[in-house]
């Protein structure tokens, strides 16, 4: 029996165990964005390090300080830093995640509630985490364990570097790394692997007096196509290559696909190429929401003081974050100009940060393309499509290194959304697949 047939063994016959730890975690409301949750995303980095202990690794905890948060000021949560081997001969891997999450309320829409991971008749696990980014954290200690339990060598020395503040923008994290790039834990990691996905955004407030100017406003945003409107915004737009634009045809995806992850038969575009380049390749704007007006059920008749409005805007390669800024503030105060009124208007750039693209053709990359083929038996698609995750580029630009994104779950697992799942095969598969990528690195990495 081979490595990894060993490897797969063990895994299968420990689903019950990972389905049990994962629920464990996602018991814990580890809100990074809200006051009154920050003492769980504590309890939540110290259960990582209870755990990374257990395993006879060695553990460092750096505190990046403090923020003021809904008036109160509040310890960041700690970067919990882990490493699993030592061997100069070995390649040493970093591996990194998160343990926040985004809020969840059961009257949001949610089937069940969401802090209580729940297997479904499809065996999908539904929690709020499951797949963003719980799953894909502990699953790296699962495969310390495995190959603990199994009496393996671990084939490369693994670094962690797991956070609390990704989905609240990664607050002291960036500094801490450029600042120990060349250190004792950074400084001699050979790449680097996120299991998760990742596309730049831009979070935008416009706060004006009036609702109706504010719908105004926001309505000049984007058109019913999805073209962003801001003039400028698609100047520095990377151009398409022959070769790339070949790349989309031969893609495995259908428009169900997406369709059956926002649970509607509706999209912008008629055809998979057009849906994926405006998905991944072209910068996009999506409204999300409006802060200050009345939203509760009944007819009544509110008039608040003052009202926000909160939209994003994806960008990708080589679009500038403060050309961005620039652009849309420019832009929302001249049509604000357009309608004459007395009422102000004040526009915000919450969070920005650049693009990220890497090689694949790197060894970091065809050791992950080699242990999809094991574990699933296809040859994978390589995306360009995301979240958040500003850590990226700064591992890159920092590090030096070659970034991998080496996501567990699927594109329909709904990750900031209502329902938040991962399907236990991806789970499980994950774990093998996760084993698997760091015997491969140790193989064309050599």
Excluded at 17 to 32: D, G, H, T, W
Excluded at 226 to 254: M, R
Excluded at 370 to 390: C, Y
Aim: charged share 25%.
């Amino acid at each position: 029996m081979t490595t990894f047939e060993k490897l797969s063994k063990y895994v299968d016959e420990n689903q019950k165990f990972y389905i049990e730890r994962l629920a464990e975690v996602v018991a814990i409301p580890s809100v990074s964005g809200e006051a009154a949750r920050r003492p769980e995303v504590h309890r939540m980095g110290q259960w990582l390090v209870s755990e990374l202990k257990r395993l006879g690794a060695s553990v460092n905890i750096h505190n990046p300080g403090k923020q003021t948060l809904e008036g109160k000021e509040l310890e960041l949560p700690p970067i919990v830093l882990g490493q699993y081997g030592s061997d100069p001969n070995k390649k040493t891997v970093l591996v990194y995640g998160h343990y926040d999450v985004q809020p969840a309320f059961k009257e949001d829409g949610w089937a069940t509630d969401p802090w209580t991971l729940v297997e479904d008749e499809k065996g999908r696990l539904i929690g709020r985490g499951s797949t963003d980014d719980k799953a894909p954290v502990i699953s790296w200690l699962w495969v310390i364990e495995a190959h603990q339990k199994l009496g393996l060598e671990m084939p490369v020395n693994l670094k962690m570097c797991f956070e609390g503040m990704e989905e609240s923008g990664s607050e002291g994290l960036d500094e801490f790394i450029y600042k120990e790039a060349k250190g004792e834990f950074f400084g001699d990691v050979d790449c680097v692997c996120i299991s998760d996905n990742c596309k730049e955004f831009h979070l935008v407030q416009v706060t004006v007096i009036r609702v109706k100017y504010l719908f105004h406003v926001m309505s000049k945003l984007v058109s019913p196509n999805g073209k962003i409107l801001v003039p400028g915004i698609y100047d520095d737009v990377a151009p398409v290559t022959e070769a790339e634009d070949k790349l989309y045809d031969s893609l495995d995806f259908n428009l169900s696909d997406i369709q059956n992850a926002m649970d509607s038969k509706v999209t912008i575009f008629n055809t998979e190429k057009e849906t994926l380049m405006a998905r991944w390749r072209f910068p996009s704007l999506s409204l999300h929401g409006i802060e200050g007006a009345f939203y509760s059920p009944g007819a009544k008749t509110v008039i608040p003081a003052k009202v926000i409005g909160k939209f994003s805007i994806r960008s990708v390669p080589n679009m500038d974050p403060a050309k961005i800024t620039e652009l849309v503030e420019k832009y929302i105060k001249e049509e604000f100009e357009k309608l004459g009124s007395k009422n102000t208007i004040k526009v915000e750039c919450g969070h920005a940060g650049k693009a990220w693209v890497a090689d694949p053709n790197h060894w970091n990359f065809v050791a992950a393309n080699k242990a999809i083929e094991n574990v699933f038996k296809v040859k994978p698609d390589l995306t360009r499509e995301g979240g958040s995750i500003p850590v990226t580029l700064t591992f890159q630009e920092a590090l030096d290194k070659n970034v991998l994104l080496l996501p567990m779950g699927r594109a329909d697992d709904g990750a900031h959304s209502i329902n938040e799942k991962i399907d236990k095969t991806n789970y499980i598969e994950g774990i093998k697949l996760l084993a698997s990528y760091l015997h491969e690195i140790a193989v064309v990495a050599a």
